[in-house]
């Protein structure tokens, strides 16, 4: 079978599509072929050792796969050949076909197309334990998205459309402004490139401030980080929750007396180490989600389909900030 191989430290060039052999399951295992692949930031960074975990190599990147069960290892109940399924997977997706425990795949509800499939779980489990955990949104407070037609972005303006919140989406381009206005956000704001220089970071500030209106953002989410991180600072409630989920631009380092004045919090949000601390907790979310992707409440968004020879460009792409949504690698047909 292939596999789009890191064999080196390096960017997308770097990856090798390579001939490997078939893995098996073992003891509470399934063997998957892989229908599609999402790319996230992740693997951006995991290629060129620059994520927090560094994968032994070689190893394929590639967070979360959809696919079919082809093989089941000793000991795996409830799941049957030609089940589909939906996984994150950490690494590893961009292959023919991978090998999974048993209890980290959920089933597909049927009719799903498996190339939105794939992309469902990591931008929204994300983004609902942000929001709910971490930022404590209320309906009717004002929610700042920063990246917001990004992958996390937009799994932000419809999650906190569904909470309640008037939802103020912020983003790089027009195209951007007009894919988040389509997704729920209530007020768009188109800001610039940066990186800044101190009469743009005012400026930027003083157009969030006006975007999110003079009580300031009581939740903002920012998967972004760079010169946007203080600008959005200036601009949140008293009682605010800046939710740190990301660095795009890079990471920041605001000055702490924005807290003290604006007496507001800064709070972490690791998804990956959540689901692995409270596991019920997490799977309830799940569970809400797969209901919200039924009823058609969330929808991912899928920017551009590559196929596998393609994936070093799929991964380029999304490092590239022109991706609007959900980036996939196509691995088989149904
Ligand atoms: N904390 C967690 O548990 C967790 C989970 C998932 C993802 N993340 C992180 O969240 C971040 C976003 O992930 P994503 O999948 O949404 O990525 P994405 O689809 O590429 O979106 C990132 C957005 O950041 C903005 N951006 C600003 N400067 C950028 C730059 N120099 N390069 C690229 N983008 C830039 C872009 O929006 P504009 O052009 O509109 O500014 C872009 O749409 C990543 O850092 C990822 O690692 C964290």
Request: glycine share 12%; aromatic share 6%.
């Amino acid at each position: 079978m292939k596999a789009l191989l890191s064999v080196s430290p390096g960017g997308p060039d770097a990856l090798i599509l390579s001939e490997v052999p078939d893995p098996r399951p073992g003891p509470g295992e399934i063997l998957v072929r892989v229908l599609a692949c999402a790319i996230n930031y992740p693997d951006v960074l995991i290629i060129e050792d620059k994520y927090q975990v560094k994968p032994p190599r070689p190893f394929a990147p590639g967070t979360e796969i959809s696919g079919v069960v082809e093989a089941l290892g000793d000991e795996v109940t409830g799941w049957t050949v030609g089940d589909e399924l939906i996984s994150i997977v950490g690494y590893g997706g961009l292959t023919e076909k991978l090998v999974i425990p048993a209890g980290s795949a959920l089933p597909v509800p049927g009719g799903k197309d498996p190339r939105e499939a794939a992309g469902l779980l990591l931008t929204y489990a994300t983004t609902i334990y942000a929001l709910l955990d971490r930022g404590e949104l209320k309906q009717g407070e004002t929610l700042l998205v920063l990246g917001a037609a990004g992958g996390v972005g937009l799994a932000a303006i419809e999650i906190g459309k569904i909470l309640g919140a008037t939802v103020v989406a912020a983003v790089s381009s027009e195209e951007k402004a007009a894919i988040a206005t389509e997704a729920g956000a209530d007020r768009v704001v188109v800001y610039g490139s940066g990186p800044f220089d101190d009469a743009g970071c005012r400026a930027l500030a003083k157009q969030l401030k006006e975007a999110v209106g003079p009580d300031g953002a009581h939740v903002t989410y920012d998967p972004v980080g760079g010169d946007y991180t203080e600008a959005a600072l200036r601009a949140i409630a008293w009682n605010g929750r800046h939710l740190v989920v990301g660095f795009a631009a890079s990471i920041p380092k605001p000055p702490l007396n924005l807290t003290l004045l604006k007496g507001c919090d800064i709070r972490g949000v690791y998804w990956g180490a959540f689901a692995e601390r409270e596991p019920d907790r997490h799977a309830a979310h799940v569970r809400q989600l797969i209901t919200w992707w039924e009823d058609g409440r969330i929808t991912p968004r899928i920017d551009r389909i590559y196929p596998l020879t393609e994936g070093g460009n799929a991964i380029a792409h999304l490092a590239s900030r022109s991706a609007i949504g959900k980036v996939v690698v196509e691995v088989s047909r149904r």
